[in-house]
């Protein structure tokens, strides 16, 4: 058994062998060190007392002190010769010490194992700056690797061979996975609560933002329409971290420039393309049928189609068209930041389907699907159940 104890400036560790103290006094008489647990390198420099004679000796003391580390302040210095493992350690004078600090089941130096990652110390708990806290070395004591979970990790491993070209039945990787996450029980922390309140605000005021605006449409030149439809846009899509309005793409069937309203950029630097027109009721699908079927006005189809010769000419540009639009914004955009044309995608924002009847709802659904692979068409209404869904997830209704 190893324990330890706090004597004036000095901290002791007790060692009680099962089989009685003799044969280490022995040892150290013969000039040998000492290993406890793999971790603790003892000899007979570190003895509290002097080494007894034979004569001396009693069988019946099982109990030897040592001395391994120094008090300084508020931090214990363990004797480097004690526990060598290459770099200085410290701990709070104030921690509960117990063995399974140091050594895990398999005799294996936990300090060993951190100081292997070469810091300049390590330093547990206390006020320093550089101190692992004492909670989380504990939670690191207790996630080191068990015997049992080292022999499921070789296991793991020699099945992700083995499975391939057998007909092997222990899916050992699985097993390895289902115990070390059940070993750890590491849980997720919940910070998405620290945000909720905030987030619930935004899009709360998104939301009656939109109806307001839906509601005076009429007063809204279709510039200042689309500058504030595009800032809510880009609030309930944060992947776009930029939007250029009015910009150049080369027309190559042509040989002229058209002109994009509004370029969207993401993070990775890939663009897609919005048009937003102001919500005009009639818009959508036609009243009447043809054939049995609602049919997409004109407003619609002329949209989509002007999209789509906006993404070809996009691709068709290319590399070219990458470095134009690099340099046309490089001011606008982080340093460094490079935009890519890879298979844009469009978006369109028009028209109202709150008025519409259920065999129109339906064909336009299956308008909005033959386009789905380059086209996202939204209707205002749908702008408005996103905004609402989203409200709703954070736990508040609109």
């Not at 336009?364 to 068409?377: A, H, L, Q, S, T």
Request: one cysteine or more.
């Amino acid at each position: 058994m190893v324990e330890f104890e706090i004597v004036d400036d000095q901290l002791h560790l007790i060692y009680s062998p099962r089989d009685g103290s003799s044969w280490v006094h022995h040892r150290f008489a013969d000039g040998k060190p000492l290993v406890i647990k793999g971790t603790f390198h003892l000899s007979q420099i570190q003895l509290v007392e002097e080494l007894p004679s034979d004569e001396d000796l009693d069988p019946d003391d099982k109990s030897i002190r040592f001395v391994i580390a120094s008090v300084e302040g508020d931090y214990i210095r363990f004797d480097p010769e004690v526990l060598p493992v290459g770099c200085p350690v410290l701990i709070a004078k104030d921690a509960l010490l117990t063995w399974k600090w140091f050594t895990s089941e398999k005799r294996t130096s936990i300090f060993q194992a951190v100081a292997d990652l070469k810091p300049s110390r390590i330093v547990i708990g206390g006020p320093e700056q550089d101190a692992i806290p004492v909670v989380e070395y504990e939670n690191l004591v207790k996630r080191f690797p068990s015997d049992h979970e080292l022999k499921r990790y070789v296991l793991a491993r020699v099945a992700s061979v083995v499975r391939e070209y057998t007909d092997a039945k222990v899916d050992a990787e699985s097993l390895y996975q289902k115990y070390v996450g059940k070993r750890l029980g590491r849980k997720a922390k919940d910070f998405q609560s620290l945000f909720r309140e905030q987030e619930r605000r935004k899009y709360r005021y998104l939301y009656d933002r939109l109806v307001q605006m839906l509601k005076s449409e009429e007063t809204y030149s279709e510039a200042s329409w689309q500058a504030e439809i595009l800032q809510i846009v880009r609030l309930l899509n944060p992947k776009y971290i930029a939007a250029f309005e009015r910009v150049p793409v080369k027309d190559f069937d042509r040989d002229t420039v058209r002109e994009l309203d509004i370029l969207l950029v993401d993070a990775s630097g890939s663009v897609d393309v919005i048009e937003i027109k102001k919500p005009f009721d009639k818009c959508i699908v036609t009243e009447g049928v043809y054939r049995g079927n609602h049919i997409p006005m004109r407003e619609l189809s002329g949209s989509v189609m002007q999209l789509e010769k906006y993404i070809y000419h996009l691709n068709r540009w290319g590399p070219a068209g990458e470095e134009s639009l690099t340099l046309r914004f490089a001011s606008k955009l982080p340093d460094g930041f490079l935009v890519r044309i890879t298979n844009p995608c469009g978006i369109i924002i028009m028209g109202r389907d709150d008025r519409l009847s259920t065999h129109q709802r339906r064909d336009f659904e299956v308008v909005r699907r033959k386009y789905k692979n380059v086209v996202d068409i939204m209707t205002y209404d749908d702008l408005l159940r996103r905004l609402e869904f989203v409200v709703s997830q954070l736990g508040f209704g609109p």
